[in-house]
Protein backbone atom coordinates (compact mmCIF):
# COMPACT_ATOMS: atom_id res chain seq x y z
CA UNK A 1 0.00 0.00 0.00
CA UNK A 2 1.30 3.53 -0.95
CA UNK A 3 1.99 5.82 1.65
CA UNK A 4 1.66 9.50 1.61
CA UNK A 5 5.37 9.71 1.39
CA UNK A 6 5.58 7.15 -1.63
CA UNK A 7 2.58 9.00 -3.27
CA UNK A 8 4.13 13.07 -2.82
CA UNK A 9 7.74 11.15 -3.86
CA UNK A 10 5.92 10.01 -7.27
CA UNK A 11 4.12 12.81 -7.83
CA UNK A 12 7.19 15.25 -7.15
CA UNK A 13 8.76 13.13 -9.71
CA UNK A 14 6.44 13.02 -12.11
CA UNK A 15 6.69 17.10 -12.01
CA UNK A 16 10.49 16.91 -12.31
CA UNK A 17 9.98 15.28 -15.07
CA UNK A 18 7.43 17.12 -16.73
CA UNK A 19 10.10 19.91 -16.76
CA UNK A 20 12.54 18.35 -17.99
CA UNK A 21 10.97 17.45 -21.05
CA UNK A 22 9.26 20.64 -21.42
CA UNK A 23 12.07 22.60 -20.88
CA UNK A 24 15.52 21.94 -22.71
CA UNK A 25 19.11 22.88 -22.10
CA UNK A 26 18.33 26.37 -23.01
CA UNK A 27 15.30 26.88 -21.79
CA UNK A 28 16.34 28.81 -19.06
CA UNK A 29 17.42 31.50 -20.94
CA UNK A 30 15.03 32.02 -23.58
CA UNK A 31 15.09 30.91 -26.65
CA UNK A 32 17.87 30.18 -28.07
CA UNK A 33 19.72 31.09 -32.06
CA UNK A 34 21.78 29.01 -34.44
CA UNK A 35 23.08 30.76 -37.10
CA UNK A 36 24.40 28.67 -39.63
CA UNK A 37 26.45 29.92 -43.01
CA UNK A 38 26.79 28.15 -46.05
CA UNK A 39 29.60 29.62 -48.03
CA UNK A 40 29.60 31.00 -51.17
CA UNK A 41 25.61 30.60 -51.59
CA UNK A 42 24.85 32.32 -54.26
CA UNK A 43 21.02 33.63 -53.39
CA UNK A 44 19.79 32.30 -56.98
CA UNK A 45 20.54 28.70 -56.33
CA UNK A 46 17.35 28.73 -54.41
CA UNK A 47 15.68 29.34 -57.91
CA UNK A 48 17.69 26.28 -59.66
CA UNK A 49 14.81 23.33 -58.62
CA UNK A 50 17.38 21.94 -56.23
CA UNK A 51 16.74 22.64 -52.78
CA UNK A 52 12.96 22.01 -51.68
CA UNK A 53 13.71 21.97 -47.77
CA UNK A 54 15.72 25.45 -48.20
CA UNK A 55 13.20 26.52 -49.73
CA UNK A 56 10.38 25.43 -47.24
CA UNK A 57 12.32 26.25 -44.32
CA UNK A 58 12.17 30.26 -46.50
CA UNK A 59 8.45 30.35 -47.57
CA UNK A 60 7.30 28.92 -43.91
CA UNK A 61 9.38 31.41 -41.95
CA UNK A 62 11.62 34.84 -42.63
CA UNK A 63 13.30 35.97 -45.59
CA UNK A 64 14.72 38.38 -48.27
CA UNK A 65 14.73 38.43 -52.18
CA UNK A 66 18.56 38.70 -51.33
CA UNK A 67 20.77 39.94 -48.10
CA UNK A 68 23.74 42.93 -49.21
CA UNK A 69 26.84 41.93 -47.93
CA UNK A 70 29.96 44.02 -47.19
CA UNK A 71 33.40 44.72 -49.87
CA UNK A 72 35.08 43.20 -51.23
CA UNK A 73 32.55 40.29 -51.00
CA UNK A 74 35.43 37.40 -49.42
CA UNK A 75 34.81 35.32 -46.67
CA UNK A 76 36.73 36.36 -43.83
CA UNK A 77 35.12 39.79 -44.23
CA UNK A 78 31.99 39.12 -44.69
CA UNK A 79 31.46 36.58 -41.51
CA UNK A 80 33.43 39.20 -39.10
CA UNK A 81 30.92 41.72 -40.47
CA UNK A 82 28.06 38.94 -39.95
CA UNK A 83 29.78 38.58 -36.35
CA UNK A 84 30.05 42.04 -35.12
CA UNK A 85 27.65 44.28 -37.43
CA UNK A 86 30.48 46.78 -38.50
CA UNK A 87 32.52 47.40 -41.69
CA UNK A 88 35.59 45.43 -42.69
CA UNK A 89 37.42 48.80 -42.34
CA UNK A 90 36.07 48.78 -38.73
CA UNK A 91 37.13 45.25 -38.04
CA UNK A 92 40.11 45.79 -39.93
CA UNK A 93 39.40 41.85 -41.88
CA UNK A 94 39.31 43.40 -45.37
CA UNK A 95 40.11 40.41 -46.82
CA UNK A 96 41.52 36.38 -46.36
CA UNK A 97 45.23 37.81 -46.25
CA UNK A 98 46.72 41.43 -46.04
CA UNK A 99 49.01 43.67 -45.84
CA UNK A 100 48.98 45.69 -42.30
CA UNK A 101 50.68 49.57 -43.48
CA UNK A 102 51.02 50.53 -39.74
CA UNK A 103 52.67 47.22 -38.83
CA UNK A 104 54.92 46.70 -41.99
CA UNK A 105 53.33 43.06 -41.68
CA UNK A 106 51.77 40.80 -44.09
CA UNK A 107 48.69 38.80 -42.25
CA UNK A 108 46.55 35.97 -42.78
CA UNK A 109 44.49 33.83 -40.88
CA UNK A 110 45.01 33.99 -37.28
CA UNK A 111 44.94 36.22 -34.22
CA UNK A 112 46.51 39.51 -35.43
CA UNK A 113 44.22 39.25 -38.35
CA UNK A 114 41.04 39.13 -36.45
CA UNK A 115 42.44 42.02 -33.60
CA UNK A 116 42.82 45.15 -35.28
CA UNK A 117 41.01 47.04 -32.07
CA UNK A 118 39.51 45.82 -29.16
CA UNK A 119 37.09 47.92 -29.40
CA UNK A 120 34.97 45.35 -31.73
CA UNK A 121 33.13 42.44 -29.83
CA UNK A 122 31.98 39.48 -31.79
CA UNK A 123 28.57 38.45 -30.82
CA UNK A 124 29.50 35.39 -28.76
CA UNK A 125 32.01 37.27 -27.11
CA UNK A 126 29.03 39.54 -25.82
CA UNK A 127 26.68 36.70 -25.01
CA UNK A 128 29.41 35.17 -22.97
CA UNK A 129 29.66 38.70 -21.31
CA UNK A 130 26.08 38.55 -20.55
CA UNK A 131 26.44 35.34 -18.57
CA UNK A 132 25.64 32.76 -21.04
CA UNK A 133 27.54 30.39 -22.97
CA UNK A 134 27.97 30.63 -26.69
CA UNK A 135 29.29 27.48 -29.23
CA UNK A 136 31.04 27.96 -32.32
CA UNK A 137 31.49 25.59 -34.80
CA UNK A 138 34.23 26.64 -37.50
CA UNK A 139 33.39 30.03 -37.35
CA UNK A 140 36.40 32.02 -38.95
CA UNK A 141 37.96 33.85 -35.93
CA UNK A 142 36.07 32.36 -33.36
CA UNK A 143 38.72 30.11 -32.39
CA UNK A 144 40.41 33.17 -30.73
CA UNK A 145 39.75 35.12 -27.65
CA UNK A 146 38.51 38.52 -27.64
CA UNK A 147 38.30 40.96 -24.40
CA UNK A 148 39.92 38.27 -22.48
CA UNK A 149 37.57 35.68 -23.19
CA UNK A 150 37.37 32.63 -25.77
CA UNK A 151 34.17 30.90 -26.23
CA UNK A 152 32.70 28.28 -24.06
CA UNK A 153 32.39 25.40 -26.58
CA UNK A 154 34.71 26.01 -29.82
CA UNK A 155 35.93 23.60 -32.79
CA UNK A 156 38.34 25.40 -34.80
CA UNK A 157 38.01 24.27 -38.67
CA UNK A 158 38.69 20.88 -39.58
CA UNK A 159 37.36 19.71 -43.03
CA UNK A 160 37.79 15.42 -41.48
CA UNK A 161 35.07 16.30 -39.06
CA UNK A 162 31.95 15.77 -40.90
CA UNK A 163 28.75 17.51 -41.31
CA UNK A 164 26.59 15.54 -39.88
CA UNK A 165 28.82 15.12 -36.95
CA UNK A 166 28.83 19.07 -36.80
CA UNK A 167 25.44 18.97 -36.22
CA UNK A 168 25.62 16.56 -33.47
CA UNK A 169 28.39 18.44 -31.38
CA UNK A 170 26.53 21.62 -31.92
CA UNK A 171 23.37 20.24 -30.93
CA UNK A 172 25.54 18.68 -27.47
CA UNK A 173 26.17 21.89 -26.78
CA UNK A 174 22.66 23.60 -26.50
CA UNK A 175 21.98 20.27 -24.12
CA UNK A 176 25.19 20.57 -22.30
CA UNK A 177 24.52 19.83 -18.46
CA UNK A 178 26.74 22.08 -17.13
CA UNK A 179 27.33 25.02 -19.79
CA UNK A 180 23.83 24.72 -22.22
CA UNK A 181 24.81 27.18 -24.99
CA UNK A 182 22.21 29.36 -25.89
CA UNK A 183 24.10 30.85 -29.23
CA UNK A 184 25.31 28.43 -32.09
CA UNK A 185 27.47 29.55 -35.09
CA UNK A 186 27.93 27.06 -37.52
CA UNK A 187 29.94 27.45 -40.46
CA UNK A 188 30.29 24.89 -43.65
CA UNK A 189 32.68 25.33 -46.21
CA UNK A 190 30.74 24.61 -49.35
CA UNK A 191 29.20 25.04 -51.71
CA UNK A 192 32.55 27.78 -51.96
CA UNK A 193 35.76 25.28 -51.61
CA UNK A 194 34.44 23.06 -54.73
CA UNK A 195 32.93 26.05 -56.16
CA UNK A 196 36.65 27.82 -56.76
CA UNK A 197 37.26 24.65 -58.71
CA UNK A 198 34.58 23.71 -60.69
CA UNK A 199 32.70 26.74 -61.16
CA UNK A 200 29.12 27.59 -60.00
CA UNK A 201 27.48 25.76 -62.54
CA UNK A 202 29.00 22.88 -62.73
CA UNK A 203 27.15 19.26 -61.76
CA UNK A 204 29.52 19.22 -58.96
CA UNK A 205 28.21 22.18 -57.23
CA UNK A 206 24.70 20.56 -58.14
CA UNK A 207 25.43 18.03 -56.20
CA UNK A 208 26.76 20.18 -53.31
CA UNK A 209 23.90 21.78 -53.32
CA UNK A 210 21.55 19.15 -53.02
CA UNK A 211 23.59 17.76 -50.14
CA UNK A 212 22.89 21.17 -48.30
CA UNK A 213 19.54 20.67 -48.80
CA UNK A 214 19.27 17.42 -47.13
CA UNK A 215 21.59 18.61 -44.32
CA UNK A 216 19.11 21.47 -43.60
CA UNK A 217 16.22 18.97 -43.23
CA UNK A 218 18.28 17.12 -41.33
CA UNK A 219 18.89 19.76 -39.19
CA UNK A 220 15.89 21.00 -38.46
CA UNK A 221 14.59 16.97 -37.79
CA UNK A 222 17.53 16.80 -34.93
CA UNK A 223 16.29 19.96 -33.69
CA UNK A 224 12.73 18.23 -33.59
CA UNK A 225 14.14 14.66 -32.06
CA UNK A 226 15.97 16.63 -29.27
CA UNK A 227 12.58 18.33 -28.36
CA UNK A 228 14.27 21.84 -29.21
CA UNK A 229 12.68 22.95 -32.47
CA UNK A 230 10.47 25.33 -30.43
CA UNK A 231 13.20 26.69 -28.39
CA UNK A 232 15.58 27.39 -30.79
CA UNK A 233 15.74 29.88 -33.98
CA UNK A 234 17.31 28.74 -36.79
CA UNK A 235 19.57 31.72 -39.29
CA UNK A 236 19.95 29.75 -42.60
CA UNK A 237 22.53 32.64 -44.58
CA UNK A 238 25.79 32.85 -46.53
CA UNK A 239 28.37 35.20 -47.04
CA UNK A 240 28.53 36.35 -50.75
CA UNK A 241 27.85 34.18 -54.21
CA UNK A 242 30.46 32.84 -56.66
CA UNK A 243 31.46 33.89 -60.21
CA UNK A 244 32.45 32.06 -63.22
CA UNK A 245 35.94 33.57 -64.75
CA UNK A 246 37.82 31.19 -67.19
CA UNK A 247 41.85 31.20 -67.81
CA UNK A 248 41.02 33.65 -71.04
CA UNK A 249 40.03 36.34 -68.88
CA UNK A 250 42.84 36.31 -66.35
CA UNK A 251 44.63 39.71 -66.12
CA UNK A 252 48.17 39.39 -65.46
CA UNK A 253 49.16 42.64 -64.06
CA UNK A 254 52.60 42.09 -64.41
CA UNK A 255 52.77 42.85 -67.65
CA UNK A 256 51.95 46.70 -67.21
CA UNK A 257 53.86 46.84 -63.93
CA UNK A 258 57.99 47.43 -64.18
CA UNK A 259 59.56 44.25 -62.49
CA UNK A 260 60.54 45.14 -58.78
CA UNK A 261 58.33 48.41 -58.21
CA UNK A 262 55.90 47.09 -56.10
CA UNK A 263 54.41 43.59 -54.02
CA UNK A 264 50.73 42.02 -54.57
CA UNK A 265 48.50 40.59 -52.03
CA UNK A 266 45.38 39.37 -51.77
CA UNK A 267 43.24 37.23 -54.19
CA UNK A 268 41.12 38.09 -57.29
CA UNK A 269 39.16 39.59 -58.19
CA UNK A 270 40.66 42.22 -55.83
CA UNK A 271 44.29 43.04 -55.12
CA UNK A 272 46.11 44.88 -52.72
CA UNK A 273 49.03 46.77 -54.33
CA UNK A 274 51.65 48.45 -52.55
CA UNK A 275 54.22 50.01 -54.38
CA UNK A 276 57.80 50.17 -52.79
CA UNK A 277 58.97 53.58 -51.17
CA UNK A 278 59.07 56.35 -53.89
CA UNK A 279 57.11 54.24 -56.53
CA UNK A 280 53.38 55.30 -55.89
CA UNK A 281 52.85 57.26 -58.89
CA UNK A 282 54.45 54.57 -61.71
CA UNK A 283 52.72 52.14 -59.67
CA UNK A 284 49.78 53.67 -60.12
CA UNK A 285 50.19 55.50 -63.63
CA UNK A 286 50.91 51.99 -65.23
CA UNK A 287 47.96 50.36 -63.63
CA UNK A 288 45.91 53.04 -65.11
CA UNK A 289 47.18 52.71 -68.40
CA UNK A 290 47.09 48.80 -68.74
CA UNK A 291 43.59 49.13 -67.63
CA UNK A 292 42.73 51.20 -70.40
CA UNK A 293 44.85 49.39 -73.11
CA UNK A 294 43.66 45.94 -71.81
CA UNK A 295 39.82 47.21 -73.03
CA UNK A 296 39.02 48.12 -69.54
CA UNK A 297 38.53 45.17 -67.59
CA UNK A 298 39.54 46.47 -64.54
CA UNK A 299 39.77 49.58 -62.34
CA UNK A 300 42.34 51.22 -60.15
CA UNK A 301 41.77 53.32 -56.95
CA UNK A 302 43.94 55.01 -54.56
CA UNK A 303 42.59 55.25 -51.09
CA UNK A 304 41.04 58.29 -51.62
CA UNK A 305 39.14 56.53 -54.49
CA UNK A 306 37.59 53.84 -53.24
CA UNK A 307 34.04 54.24 -53.29
CA UNK A 308 32.43 55.65 -49.54
CA UNK A 309 29.70 52.82 -50.09
CA UNK A 310 32.57 50.23 -50.10
CA UNK A 311 33.06 51.51 -46.33
CA UNK A 312 36.57 50.32 -46.83
CA UNK A 313 39.54 53.11 -47.27
CA UNK A 314 39.66 54.10 -43.46
CA UNK A 315 42.21 51.72 -42.34
CA UNK A 316 45.58 50.97 -42.62
CA UNK A 317 44.78 47.77 -43.96
CA UNK A 318 43.88 48.81 -47.47
CA UNK A 319 45.62 50.15 -50.23
CA UNK A 320 47.30 52.36 -50.77
CA UNK A 321 46.22 51.33 -54.53
CA UNK A 322 43.27 48.44 -55.03
CA UNK A 323 43.25 46.94 -58.43
CA UNK A 324 39.11 45.26 -59.02
CA UNK A 325 38.65 42.77 -62.19
CA UNK A 326 35.37 43.28 -63.69
CA UNK A 327 32.70 40.71 -63.01
CA UNK A 328 33.93 37.45 -64.64
CA UNK A 329 37.62 38.55 -65.05
CA UNK A 330 40.51 37.88 -62.42
CA UNK A 331 44.35 38.64 -61.56
CA UNK A 332 47.44 36.71 -62.42
CA UNK A 333 47.28 34.65 -58.61
CA UNK A 334 44.76 32.40 -60.86
CA UNK A 335 47.01 30.80 -62.61
CA UNK A 336 48.65 29.30 -59.75
CA UNK A 337 45.26 28.59 -58.06
CA UNK A 338 44.39 26.65 -61.21
CA UNK A 339 47.60 24.84 -61.16
CA UNK A 340 47.05 24.06 -57.44
CA UNK A 341 43.36 22.76 -58.08
CA UNK A 342 44.78 20.67 -61.22
CA UNK A 343 47.04 18.92 -58.67
CA UNK A 344 45.25 18.86 -55.34
CA UNK A 345 42.06 17.24 -57.18
CA UNK A 346 43.89 15.18 -59.79
CA UNK A 347 41.80 16.82 -62.64
CA UNK A 348 42.59 18.09 -65.94
CA UNK A 349 41.05 21.83 -67.40
CA UNK A 350 40.38 22.72 -70.14
CA UNK A 351 40.74 26.19 -71.96
CA UNK A 352 37.52 26.76 -71.26
CA UNK A 353 36.66 25.74 -67.68
CA UNK A 354 34.97 27.84 -65.48
CA UNK A 355 36.67 28.48 -62.45
CA UNK A 356 34.54 30.39 -59.30
CA UNK A 357 35.68 34.24 -58.02
CA UNK A 358 34.31 36.01 -55.53
CA UNK A 359 35.45 39.60 -54.10
CA UNK A 360 33.28 41.53 -56.79
CA UNK A 361 31.18 44.80 -55.75
CA UNK A 362 28.69 43.88 -53.64
CA UNK A 363 25.59 46.13 -55.55
CA UNK A 364 24.83 45.42 -59.04
CA UNK A 365 26.13 41.98 -59.46
CA UNK A 366 23.45 39.15 -58.49
CA UNK A 367 26.41 36.32 -58.37
CA UNK A 368 27.68 38.17 -55.52
CA UNK A 369 24.08 38.06 -53.58
CA UNK A 370 24.32 36.28 -50.62
CA UNK A 371 21.29 34.58 -49.10
CA UNK A 372 18.88 35.34 -45.42
CA UNK A 373 16.04 33.15 -44.15
CA UNK A 374 15.21 32.36 -40.79
CA UNK A 375 12.51 29.84 -38.66
CA UNK A 376 11.84 29.98 -35.10
CA UNK A 377 9.65 30.94 -32.16
CA UNK A 378 10.86 34.51 -32.33
CA UNK A 379 10.92 35.11 -36.20
CA UNK A 380 7.79 35.77 -38.00
CA UNK A 381 5.87 33.38 -40.82
CA UNK A 382 5.61 33.73 -44.43
CA UNK A 383 7.31 36.96 -43.96
CA UNK A 384 9.65 38.74 -46.87
CA UNK A 385 11.43 41.60 -46.22
CA UNK A 386 13.22 44.17 -48.01
CA UNK A 387 16.48 43.59 -48.17
CA UNK A 388 18.90 44.71 -45.71
CA UNK A 389 22.50 44.32 -45.17
CA UNK A 390 24.72 42.06 -43.22
CA UNK A 391 25.65 44.79 -41.03
CA UNK A 392 22.33 44.85 -39.63
CA UNK A 393 22.32 40.93 -38.31
CA UNK A 394 23.86 41.68 -35.08
CA UNK A 395 21.25 43.76 -33.90
CA UNK A 396 19.28 40.95 -34.77
CA UNK A 397 20.92 38.71 -32.65
CA UNK A 398 21.04 40.76 -29.62
CA UNK A 399 17.45 41.27 -29.49
CA UNK A 400 16.46 37.59 -29.94
CA UNK A 401 19.51 36.65 -27.29
CA UNK A 402 17.47 39.69 -24.94
CA UNK A 403 20.80 41.23 -24.70
CA UNK A 404 21.34 44.76 -22.92
CA UNK A 405 23.10 47.19 -23.58
CA UNK A 406 24.81 46.36 -26.87
CA UNK A 407 28.23 47.83 -28.66
CA UNK A 408 27.77 50.55 -30.83
CA UNK A 409 27.53 48.74 -34.83
CA UNK A 410 27.15 50.31 -38.45
CA UNK A 411 23.34 48.47 -38.79
CA UNK A 412 20.25 49.66 -37.85
CA UNK A 413 17.81 47.09 -36.08
CA UNK A 414 14.87 49.06 -37.60
CA UNK A 415 15.95 47.20 -41.19
CA UNK A 416 15.20 44.25 -39.32
CA UNK A 417 12.51 44.92 -37.07
CA UNK A 418 9.78 43.25 -38.74
CA UNK A 419 11.38 39.85 -38.95
CA UNK A 420 9.85 39.46 -35.37
CA UNK A 421 6.65 38.19 -34.48
CA UNK A 422 4.82 40.67 -32.14
CA UNK A 423 5.58 39.99 -27.98
CA UNK A 424 1.86 38.26 -27.50
CA UNK A 425 2.50 36.21 -30.30
CA UNK A 426 6.00 35.27 -29.29
CA UNK A 427 4.44 34.24 -26.28
CA UNK A 428 1.72 31.94 -27.46
CA UNK A 429 4.64 29.97 -29.73
CA UNK A 430 6.74 29.90 -26.48
CA UNK A 431 3.98 28.69 -24.16
CA UNK A 432 2.65 26.03 -26.46
CA UNK A 433 4.77 22.79 -27.39
CA UNK A 434 4.07 22.02 -30.72
CA UNK A 435 6.23 18.15 -30.73
CA UNK A 436 3.52 15.99 -30.25
CA UNK A 437 6.06 13.38 -28.27
CA UNK A 438 6.33 16.39 -25.73
CA UNK A 439 2.37 16.95 -25.82
CA UNK A 440 2.03 13.07 -25.51
CA UNK A 441 4.91 13.00 -22.62
CA UNK A 442 3.16 15.93 -20.67
CA UNK A 443 -0.22 14.05 -20.63
CA UNK A 444 1.25 10.73 -19.77
CA UNK A 445 3.05 12.64 -16.60
CA UNK A 446 -0.40 14.73 -15.62
CA UNK A 447 -2.40 11.64 -15.97
CA UNK A 448 0.33 9.55 -13.49
CA UNK A 449 0.25 12.48 -10.92
CA UNK A 450 -3.47 12.64 -11.06
CA UNK A 451 -3.74 9.04 -10.19
CA UNK A 452 -1.38 9.23 -7.53
CA UNK A 453 -3.26 12.29 -5.74
CA UNK A 454 -6.37 10.49 -6.15
CA UNK A 455 -5.05 7.30 -3.96
CA UNK A 456 -4.11 10.08 -1.62
CA UNK A 457 -8.09 10.52 -0.93
Known sequence: MLTHSDIWRSVSVAIILCCAVVSSAIGAQG??????SYDAFRNDYLRRNITPHLNKFRDDGTSVPFMRNVFPTKTFPNHHTIATGVYPEVHGVTANSVFDRASGKKLEYGYELFHYTEDVIPIWTLNEMKGHHSGCMMWPGSDFSFSGRNCTHTVAYNKTISWDERVD?????LRHKEKPANLIMMYFEDPDTHGHIYGPDSTIIRDLIIKLDDLTASIQKKLKDNNLAD??????????GMEGVSSAKFIDLRKFVTNGTCDYYGT???LQVVPHSGKFDDVYGELKKGAQTNGGHYKVFSNAELLKRWHFNNTARTGPITVLADAGYGFQDMYDAAEYYAKKYNVTFTPQHEYGVHGYDNEGL????SMFMAKG??????KVLTPFDTVDLYSLFVKILNITSPPATNGTFAHVAEAMRSPSNQEKSSATPKDPKVSAV???LLMLGGFLMGNIF
Open 169 to 173: IAISW
Open 377 to 382: PDFQEH
Open 442 to 444: IVA
Open 366 to 369: PSMY
Open 268 to 270: SPV
Open 231 to 240: RVNVIHLSDH
Open 31 to 36: NGLIVI
